[in-house]
T-cell receptor, first 115, second 114 residues
Framework: EPEVTQTPSHQVTQMGQEVILRCVPI?????FYWYRQILGQKVEFLVS????????KSEIFDDQFSVERPDGSNFTLKIRSTKLEDSAMYFC?????????????FGQGTRLTVV | QKEVEQNSGPLSVPEGAIASLNCTYS??????FFWYRQYSGKSPELIMS????GDKEDGRFTAQLNKASQYVSLLIRDSQPSDSATYLC??????????????FGPGTSLSVIP
């Protein structure tokens, strides 16, 4: 069964360093998303991406964050200068359709620890 | 602020009973509603989607939607210990010109007691 794949599963980085989280969405999906979940808290929307551009983003997704689809299969989230409060589980998701019929399927997540 | 709210847990039910999970949302124009299951330390897993008022059944799961009341629920019949997880209600929010923003509620922790 097709699935969303994320790498790495766990990333430890020093405060101020740049990190890139990688995702391979389901192959025929057209819409891509990043979410984060701080330990013990709810899943928070970061950004949605369609047709090689951001379609929506949240207040969390500030200038320190960027997303890219560098080729036909990967979808990346970059955090330029990590802060302690960026420590969280980051989930990538994809869906075939966007808009009202968005059924998004999640990857297994990358646990980011900023020290 | 657009919000999705869920009844606070933890919710404990005996094995074989019906578990009822509730969710309310504040955005009247929302059109798509989802239930995800999340086991501890794992990613959300889509279990149900519902777009129209009424009931939608899939195996032991029934989702119910009432747009007038801005209310969506999930019933789990014949609850099993393996159903013990956090259940996340998610709503597709209309922002500017698109619906590409799915917002999650805080989740309800369900514990099924053998």
């Amino acid at each position: 069964e097709p699935e969303v794949t994320q790498t790495p599963s766990h990333q430890v980085t020093q405060m101020g360093q740049e990190v890139i989280l990688r995702c391979v969405p389901i192959s025929n999906h057209l819409y891509f998303y990043w979410y984060r979940q701080i330990l013990g808290q709810k899943v928070e929307f970061l950004v949605s991406f369609y047709n090689n551009e951001i379609s929506e983003k949240s207040e969390i997704f500030d200038d320190q964050f960027s997303v890219e689809r560098p080729d036909g299969s990967n979808f990346t989230l970059k955090i330029r200068s990590t802060k302690l409060e960026d420590s969280a589980m980051y989930f990538c998701a994809s869906s075939f359709m966007g808009g009202r019929n968005t059924e998004a399927f999640f990857g297994q997540g990358t646990r980011l620890t900023v020290v | 602020q657009k919000e999705v709210e869920q009844n606070s847990g933890p919710l404990s039910v005996p094995e074989g009973a019906i578990a009822s999970l509730n969710c309310t949302y504040s955005d009247r124009v929302s059109q798509s509603f989802f239930w995800y299951r999340q086991y501890s330390g794992k990613s959300p897993e889509l279990i149900m989607s519902i777009y129209s008022n009424g009931d939608k059944e899939d195996g032991r799961f029934t989702a119910q939607l009432n747009k007038a009341s801005q209310y969506v629920s999930l019933l789990i019949r014949d609850s099993q210990p393996s159903d013990s997880a956090t259940y996340l209600c998610a709503v597709n929010i209309f922002v500017k010109t698109s619906y590409d923003k799915v917002i999650f509620g805080p989740g309800t922790s369900l514990s099924v007691i053998p």
